[in-house]
């Protein structure tokens, strides 16, 4: 099993074109051990994690943000839209309650009204736009509007012919309910909340969108999709939605609404119609998603225009009900611990790697000593560890056997990849501790290196390889200059 991080960034709601994209991560609390507010902070914290998406206004949760500087969306419960909608006063005590009594301690920077509206509550569409104004209205009277959009997330399969996305267009027959919200949103310089989901356009197409054109993977010219009208060329199914987003704006004369995406995201658990629910694809496509958003990428349409993103979501929530994919969304697990682990090298500072409270992978007491030797090669050469501290002379030498060498090595490589359930085995010779067995001028690490992770694939043994096939053999009963010549290898590999 592969294992997992995330996440970043900085940017206030308003001037999207002249500011970075930033990555955010939506919070959902259908979990039968929900961790709690602090706990879910903390974990933020952790990992760097600048904003975030509530569902709700939860009073705990938004307390437990204060003085974070976490940047919060905050939402309007669909199961409350009708009543905000049909009453400014109603819309006004939801304002005071769940904004005003918290800013600024708490950074609240936006208010998602309802989500998917039109096409999960339709009998509240005729109220959702009066709800926008009212909750706006509010904001004003608190002198808040400056600071905190008021959109709606709407879903992207209101959007109609799709592709080529220049031809796409909004359901006419929600034309009453879309028309007035996007005036809206440009008159009080908001931005479009709009949900994107390649997974399921991907499952909806019957065969027509290739896998990899979902996933963000890397195309051959001859593989792209072209816009026949614009002759733009689209090689992700996300740039292509959100292109689309965009020309159906400009069909009914809106062109200065920017997108920001609400939720984005790939389950890695599915049910037996879902083949393509796994963690593999779930890793690929939020890991190249970070990237594509953090680059500044923007879109085809829209070149180097940012295009903010919330990764849907931050824990699997075991309580939801639907298909089994719904359970399995979240990049952690109610204990703060990665699922797997993104692949993010090149997108800069991302996600702090100590996920898990001062934890070490050890050589398991009375393993075998080949095996343990056999895993130690492995981790110093293939697993590319820096295995310089273990020549003699350096801190880490003594004591001179291979339990203890291998035991630095399983925990750099532990921690080099994350700290997930695949990277502590070695074929059942290593184990993970809360006891740290740094000793002397031997310090063994508790985190990651820089916050960063290694743009690598390969995982420690498994119980389905054989270290001993793809490791070297000389690391022990080499001469001494030899070992420093690995070490220097070994060194300029790890930082190539």
């Not at 109610?334 to 991302?350: E, I």
């Not at 700290?419 to 501790?433: E, H």
Request: aromatic letters at 10%; charged letters at 10%; one cysteine or more.
């Amino acid at each position: 099993m592969a294992l997992v991080l995330l996440l970043l960034l900085t940017l206030s709601a308003a001037a999207f074109a002249d500011e970075d994209a930033f990555i955010g991560v939506n919070i959902g609390t259908a979990l039968s051990d929900m961790p709690s507010p602090t706990q879910v902070v903390a974990l933020l914290k952790a990992q760097q994690i600048r904003h975030v998406r509530l569902f709700d206004a939860d009073l705990a949760m938004l307390t437990a943000f204060s003085n974070s500087g976490i940047r919060v969306t905050v939402s309007v419960p669909n199961e409350q839209l009708l009543g905000v909608g049909q009453s400014n006063a109603t819309a006004a005590n939801w304002v005071a309650r769940n904004v005003v009594a918290h800013v600024p301690a708490v950074n609240i920077t936006a208010i998602a009204v309802g989500s998917e509206v039109l096409t999960a509550l339709p009998n509240a569409a005729s109220v959702l736009v009066n709800a926008l104004k009212f909750i706006h209205s509010a904001l004003v009277a608190a002198n808040l509007d400056r600071l905190i959009k008021v959109s709606t997330p709407l879903s992207s399969s209101l959007i109609l012919d799709s592709f080529p996305p220049s031809q796409a267009f909004f359901n006419r027959s929600w034309d009453p309910v879309v028309v007035p919200m996007l005036k809206f949103l440009q008159s009080s310089g908001s931005y479009l909340m709009l949900n994107v989901y390649p997974y399921y356009d991907y499952m909806q197409s019957n065969g027509v969108i290739p896998l990899d054109y979902a996933l963000f993977k890397p195309l051959s010219p001859n593989k792209e999709a072209v816009d026949a009208n614009t002759l733009l060329h689209y090689t992700n199914v996300f740039d292509a939605v959100v292109d689309a987003a965009y020309f159906a704006m400009a069909y009914l004369n809106v062109t200065n609404v920017p997108v920001v995406v609400l939720e984005s995201g790939w389950p890695r658990k599915g049910d037996s119609y879902e083949p393509d629910a796994t963690v593999d694809n779930s890793d690929t496509f939020n890991s190249n998603l970070i990237r594509h958003v953090l680059n500044n990428t923007g879109t085809p349409k829209h070149p180097g225009i940012a295009v903010s993103t919330f990764i849907y979501e931050l824990y699997d929530e075991d309580l939801r009900p639907g298909a089994l994919s719904e359970k399995y969304w979240g990049l952690f697990d109610a204990n703060g611990v990665p699922v797997y682990t993104l692949h993010l090298t090149g997108s800069g500072v991302v996600l702090a790697n100590d996920t898990t409270n001062q934890t070490y992978c050890v050589a398991k007491d009375g393993a075998d000593s080949k095996m343990l030797q056999a895993a130690l090669d492995w981790a110093c050469g293939p697993g590319k560890v820096d295995c310089s501290a273990l020549l003699q002379g350096q801190p880490c030498y003594d004591p001179d056997n291979v339990e203890a060498h291998a035991t630095y090595a399983f925990n750099a490589y532990y921690h080099l990849m994350g700290m997930g359930s695949g990277t502590c085995y070695f074929n059942g010779v290593a184990s993970i501790t809360t006891t740290d067995p740094s000793h002397g001028s031997c310090v063994y690490s508790s985190g990651g290196k820089n916050g960063t992770f290694m743009n690598s694939t390969s995982l420690a043994p498994s119980s389905n390889s054989t270290a001993e096939s793809s490791a070297p053999h000389c690391f022990y009963g080499c001469t001494n200059i030899l070992l420093q010549l690995i070490g220097v290898l070994l060194s300029s590999l790890f930082f190539l």
